[in-house]
């Protein structure tokens, strides 16, 4: 079995050695599940002591029936009973790893946790399932479900959401179930709440108490406060959506906006001190003019008290930041170069706009942002300062009148990196946060991939040069480097990941036999073979050494989001089929 990302575990297709085959937000909750029930990438795992997880070669077994086991290996170790840590795994499904600054990392399958092993997948029978124990022996069942889950590490345990529970194991011994129905926690951990999926009566558990509140009416949608006692509700109502704000310690409503025709929570950043809301037309008092009670949509800021403010209106407004301020992508009308990258102060109601045109925003860091925009010219790149503004850093030199899409967006110490497909060809970029060093050090490849980010910042890069190569190079770019360095070639693509210096590649032999090989990420390359008729599904060390994933929203992205899935799952974040996710995306 060949684990390649955006290609589930389940009956993996034989590899292609051509440049034709397939590619590949933040909320804790099961709507980042639901929304992402796409294409799964097969992804390293997080942990601390180094072991590399294999699965078994399953080519050729019926794709109704198609299963393997897993084992967490030192590189070189012979798998066995006493280091096989799963079993009938047929598809792996994403744990997302929270950081104290509201950032997130992904792993997928597993990770190390609370001195045992973390697993998240589906087995034979259908069922997704998160499972805590050790090698070689029978783990615990955290949560099961016949549909969607999603897993997220926190500092409180291990949080897992269903479509209608969730359940919080704060070890291997002690699981809680914290809420039914669709779950979001607070950023600070405080707070769970929860409600049908079809709507219904509110819950907000304490988390540090275990006391919870019921609020009456028919909640469609919720979020908390990154930190403090608040609660928003969408409410359904006689004459349609209107928010409430709740508070989490008595369950009193302490205010009510207007009713609007259709309102959605958004996810809100740690350190915002509102919420966020997207609401179309207003059938009551309200602050909106004659066109937004017309269907515009807006973006609303709503405070504690449940006074609104419109941030703005256009086709779609996606948040990257809140704090006192609102930084987002604002999508304009049809027509090219419309949209434009803003930031909205509550104290004041100013609106400024920092980029304008064909232009994406992603999340860098937890208050940073980077930002591309699209002109005959090129691919322009952006990183925000600490005036507020954004500054041009770098430009990928192509015809990108006709838009580009940005991939895999990773962000590590001082630098985020980015995977961009322009004109038929694909670069690698380079934004340095605070320095001189950013640069496109590829460009022009028929087809390329981040692979990940060693924890000095190295680069994992793999792909093919042209349309004409016939073997899959694999190679790193230094931190502050501006060439590709190849270490090692393969006759196909499956999951290569890097680590403490050392890049992990799983391809097949001549003979077309799975195999693992190990090559030092400088220096000398000397290529070791570690196993054969085995693949790489992960391993205990974070999957990016540290790096966050984020995503860039742009037109191209969310149409591309908008098409239907090839295939479906339990996922993490926007557009599960990449490392999509960041914050605070409805």
């Known amino acids: 079995m060949l684990l390649q990302r955006g290609v589930s575990v389940s009956r993996v297709p034989s590899p292609t050695p051509r440049p034709d085959s397939s590619r590949r937000r933040r909320r804790i909750g099961i709507l980042a599940a639901a929304a992402a029930a796409s294409t799964l990438i097969l992804t390293a795992c997080s942990g601390s002591n180094g072991r590399l997880l294999v699965v078994a ?30 079993s009938e795994v047929t598809r ?7 950081n104290d600054d509201g950032t997130m990392a992904r792993d997928t399958l ?6 045992a092993t973390l697993l998240s997948f589906q087995d034979l029978r259908g069922r997704s399932l998160t499972t805590v124990g050790h090698p070689g022996s029978r783990s615990t069942t955290i949560s099961a479900d016949n549909g969607p889950l999603q897993t997220s590490i926190l500092r409180r345990g291990v949080f897992v959401a269903t479509q209608d529970r969730c359940v919080l194991a704060r070890s291997e011994a002690e699981t809680e179930r914290v809420g039914s129905g669709l779950c979001q926690v607070s950023e600070d951990e405080r707070w769970v709440v929860a409600w049908p999926a079809q709507g219904g009566r509110l819950s907000i558990r304490d988390l540090r108490t275990g006391k919870v509140r019921t609020v009456g ?66 059938l009551g008092a309200s602050p909106t003019d004659a066109d937004a009670a017309a269907g515009e949509t807006q973006l609303l800021w709503i405070d504690t008290s449940a006074k609104v403010q419109v941030v703005d209106r256009g086709a779609l407004m996606l948040p990257l930041h809140t704090d006192t301020a609102v930084t987002y992508v604002r999508l ?52 925000s300062n600490t005036h507020g503004t954004l500054d041009h850093v770098t430009t990928l030199r192509v015809d990108a009148s006709q838009g580009s899409n940005v991939g895999r967006v990773l962000t590590s110490g001082d630098a985020t990196w980015m995977e961009i497909s322009v004109g038929g060809t694909m670069a690698i ?18 087809q390329l991939s981040l692979g990940g980010l060693d924890a000095d910042g190295t680069a994992l890069i793999t792909g093919y040069r042209t349309t004409q190569s016939q073997h899959l190079t694999v190679g790193v770019v230094t931190p502050s480097g501006n060439r ?81 899935a090839s295939s479906s799952g339990a996922g993490s974040s926007d557009a599960g089929s990449s490392d999509a996710g960041s914050s605070g995306t409805p």
Request: charged fraction near 20%; proline fraction near 4%; avoid cysteine.
């Open 217 to 282: 009416g028919t909640t469609a949608d919720a979020v908390a406060l990154g930190r403090g006692t608040s609660v928003l509700a969408v409410q359904e109502t006689a004459g349609g959506k209107q928010g409430i704000v709740v508070d989490a310690t008595t369950g009193k409503v302490t205010g009510r906006t207007p009713v609007f025709q259709e309102m959605r929570a958004i996810p809100v950043t740690a350190e915002s001190t509102g919420f966020t809301a997207l609401a179309v037309g207003s």
């Open 332 to 383: 304009g009308n049809a027509q090219a170069g419309s949209d434009s990258i803003r930031r909205w102060d509550s104290s004041s109601g100013s609106r400024t706009v920092l980029l304008s045109g064909r232009v994406g925003a992603a999340a860098a860091g937890a208050d940073g942002i980077v930002a591309t925009r699209d002109t005959e010219h090129g691919v322009e790149l952006y990183r």
């Open 110 to 115: 597993g990770t190390a946790w609370s001195n």
């Open 429 to 446: 970029a380079r934004i340095d946060l605070v320095g001189n060093d950013s640069a496109v050090p590829i460009r022009g490849w028929a």
């Open 484 to 564: 590709y360095a190849e270490r090692i070639t393969a006759n196909a693509d499956g999951l290569n990941l890097i680590h403490d210096g050392v890049i992990y590649v799983t391809d097949r032999a001549d003979d077309g036999t799975l195999r693992v090989r190990s090559v030092r990420a400088q220096g000398r390359p000397a290529p070791t073979l570690l196993y054969r008729g085995l693949s790489v599904g992960g391993a205990t060390w974070p999957t990016d050494n540290g790096a966050t994933v984020s995503t860039l929203i742009s037109r191209q992205a969310v149409m591309q989001a908008q098409r239907p």
């Open 57 to 86: 070669d399953t080519t050729g077994v019926d794709a109704t029936t198609a299963s393997t086991d897993v084992w967490a290996v030192d590189p070189g170790e012979q798998p066995s009973s006493t280091n096989r840590v799963a």
């Open 92 to 98: 792996p499904l994403s744990i997302n790893v929270v």
